[in-house]
């Protein structure tokens, strides 16, 4: 984990801040953990990935889906490829499909939930900073790997999007493909992704809508797990907060998956801020940012 990393993590659930030490791990040798600032609890770093899920934290459908994706990480990229393939005429085709509705600048802190293998990450722009949650490990070893063959940087974190461990407003680009449809609590997940990102970011959540689901009950390993539902899938317009703006909803690759975007308000304070910037004379404006660092 990169040093400048570090303020934009907080405690999954109570939300402090953290520090980084080295305390004894197995066997009594050392290891870097984070600690929660207040009260203590210590969340371990482990190949460079943060922990903030304990497996006797994971219940109901997210750990069904938590068991599948284990299971499936080490052939997943190949059996997405060859889907993608028969489908869309390539995986980078079916890919950008969704993810040119991100609006990603030089620079920006980009927080994919959900990254799996990393599969959405080698079509976006290499200029922008990335971060990457899942509660997968076995996917997210697999994203590790993957990166380091591509010569591409992501800093990874094994965790629940209905808890994620970052400060407010801390991504300039949120977004999340595949798995929301099982969440344990859809509600909240994306209630969380709002709170991450920044005032004015645009967000972005797709996954497969029921044709596609209807299709998946019938595959061989994945059947068990998408079989037997209660609901009918759409897109899940409806939790997302009645005060956000540009709410959008398509459907993407051939019809099998939704794509579903809206845009987080810039906060009041923030645009009277900004107004007020704009009409301060050029010379009152360099002591006004005097002694503010930026992160």
Excluded at 95 to 107: H, M, P, S
Excluded at 164 to 171: E, I, K, R, W
């Amino acid at each position: 984990m990169k040093p400048n990393t570090l303020p934009l993590l907080c405690n999954p659930v109570t939300q402090e801040p953290l520090r980084l030490m080295v305390k004894p791990g197995p066997g009594g040798n050392p290891q870097e953990k984070l600690v929660s600032i207040k009260t203590g609890e210590e969340f371990p770093i482990r190949d460079g990935i943060p922990i903030f899920l304990r497996d006797a934290d994971v219940s109901g459908s997210n750990k069904r889906y938590q068991e599948l994706y284990n299971h499936i990480a080490p052939f997943y990229d190949l059996s997405t490829q060859v889907f993608a393939l028969l489908k869309n005429g390539g995986e980078e085709k079916r890919r950008r499909e969704y993810l040119q509705e991100l609006d990603i600048q030089a620079g920006d802190r980009v927080l994919e939930v959900s990254v799996g293998t990393g599969g959405n990450l080698r079509y976006l722009p290499r200029t922008a900073k990335y971060f990457g949650l899942d509660l997968s490990w076995g996917m997210l070893k697999r994203c590790q790997r993957n990166l380091r063959v591509r010569g591409m940087e992501a800093e990874l974190f094994l965790g629940a999007a209905e808890y994620l461990p970052f400060d407010d407003g801390a991504f300039d680009v949120v977004f999340h493909m595949g798995g929301i449809n099982f969440f344990n609590d859809r509600a909240r997940a994306i209630q969380e992704m709002i709170r991450v990102a920044r005032p004015g970011t645009k967000l972005m959540i797709v996954d497969e809508n029921e044709q596609a689901t209807k299709k998946l009950e019938k595959a061989p390993v994945a059947g068990r797990f998408y079989g037997n539902r209660t609901e009918v899938i759409s897109a899940p317009i409806d939790l997302v907060p009645v005060e956000m703006q540009e709410i959008k909803v398509r459907d993407v690759c051939n019809g099998d998956l939704y794509c579903l975007t809206f845009r987080k308000p810039q906060a009041e304070g923030t645009r009277r801020r900004e107004s007020a910037l704009t009409q301060r004379p050029a010379w009152h404006s360099a002591p006004a940012l005097h002694g503010f660092g930026v992160i």
